[in-house]
Nanobody, 126 residues
Framework: QVELEESGGGLVQAGGSLRLSCVAS????????MGWFRQGPGKEREFVAS????????YYADSVKGRFTISRDNAKNTVDLQMNSLKREDTAVYYC???????????????????WGKGTLVTVSS
């Protein structure tokens, strides 16, 4: 039973910040690359960010590069997404994703995606 549980979503003003967290259980976290995806209203699911198993390599969608930062703590089995300078376009359900077969780079290409969390809603208002 692999479980990914997101937290930290909510309502935030444009220009503000929010930090999402995901705690994983039921898998060997340190051997799983992790990522964040999102699905906004009327939009397709899209890649947001991913991080390699050791946290050395990170990948970002162009739309969030420079504003979002992904990090992980293998001792706590957590992966976080720090979101700064939020825009209305960032409004979406954000999902934590784990890959066992793939990598951070494969998640960027929508590959792997073995396990998904239930998602947490982020609403950015102006």
């Amino acid at each position: 039973q692999v479980e990914l549980e997101e937290s930290g979503g909510g309502l935030v003003q444009a220009g503000g910040s929010l930090r999402l967290s995901c705690v994983a259980s039921g898998l060997t976290f340190s051997t799983s690359a992790m990522g964040w995806f999102r699905q906004g209203p009327g939009k397709e699911r899209e890649f947001v960010a991913s991080i390699s198993r050791n946290g050395v390599f990170t990948y970002y969608a162009d739309s969030v590069k420079g504003r979002f930062t992904i990090s992980r703590d293998n001792a706590k089995n957590t992966v976080d997404l720090q979101m700064n300078s939020l825009k209305r376009e960032d409004t979406a359900v954000y999902y934590c994703v784990a890959t066992v077969r793939g990598s951070g780079s494969s998640l960027m290409k929508m590959g792997g995606m073995d396990y998904w969390g239930k998602g947490t809603l982020v609403t950015v208002s102006s």
